[in-house]
């Protein structure tokens, strides 16, 4: 295929027997409708996304050096090795609500970037290096046992974000009603920002009475509520 601009869209049932997919050009090629089963795909200069409910099963799936973004719909799925290559590539999920998904049920290599959006759940399980991580409405959890070293950003929606994990890098959740949801009052570094609108800040620790967990406010700043 050769999507030199725009997008191309291929549904499963149209397209059947064919070992390899090649994309040349810079345009985003769609998947769509159903099972898209393939050996190896090849993206030249483009970009990949998956429509809601399509699933590709691949053994891997390489992007070149450009600057690609690979994306998903709710309820897609992908099945093999995802290299980005070279350049700063984004992952894009869309979470819808009621559904969740966990990073970790995509094998990424070399993603810089990872962007969320949607009323449902992301849970971020696994760290495939990620630089950045925007978010636009819905619910992040950085799970136990987790490192993330990147910064992460809010939308103009309502998120809640619940750092279970260890986040070494700021947290500034933007416009909208948002809550940050925290496992201890420090879990790695960097500043806490509700930004704007009415922001609650929540804390669920293991402190108790004999042994408080103690909260000054210092880095955090921009919440409303507690």
Do not use: C, K, W
Request: proline share 1%; no cysteine; hydrophobic share 40%.
């Amino acid at each position: 295929q050769t999507v030199a601009n725009g997008t191309r869209s291929i549904a499963a049932a149209s397209v059947t027997g064919f070992e390899t997919l090649v994309a040349d050009g810079a345009g985003t090629l769609a998947l769509t409708d159903g099972t898209h089963a393939y050996q190896n795909v090849a993206m030249n200069g483009g970009n990949l996304s998956l429509g809601a409910g399509a699933a590709l099963t691949a053994g891997t799936v390489v992007f070149d050096g450009a600057a690609n973004r690979f994306s998903l719909a709710s309820g897609a799925t992908a099945t093999g090795a995802i290299n980005g290559g070279a350049g700063v590539d984004t992952v894009a999920l869309t979470q819808g609500a009621n559904t969740t998904r966990n990073l970790s049920s995509l094998n990424l290599i070399g993603f810089e970037q990872l962007a969320s959006a949607g009323a449902g759940t992301l849970v971020i399980d696994s760290n495939p290096g990620l630089q950045s991580v925007t978010l636009d409405g819905g619910t992040t959890t950085l799970a136990s046992g987790i490192t993330l070293t990147a910064p992460i950003s809010g939308g103009t929606g309502a998120e809640t974000v619940s750092l279970l994990g260890t986040l070494n890098g700021a947290l500034d959740l933007g416009a909208g009603d948002d809550r940050l949801i925290m496992a201890a009052v420090t879990n790695g570094t960097g500043a806490r920002s509700g930004g704007t609108g009415t922001d609650t800040l929540e804390f669920r620790t293991a402190g108790t009475a004999a042994a408080p967990a103690v909260f000054n406010g210092q880095g955090y700043a921009g919440f409303e509520n507690l």
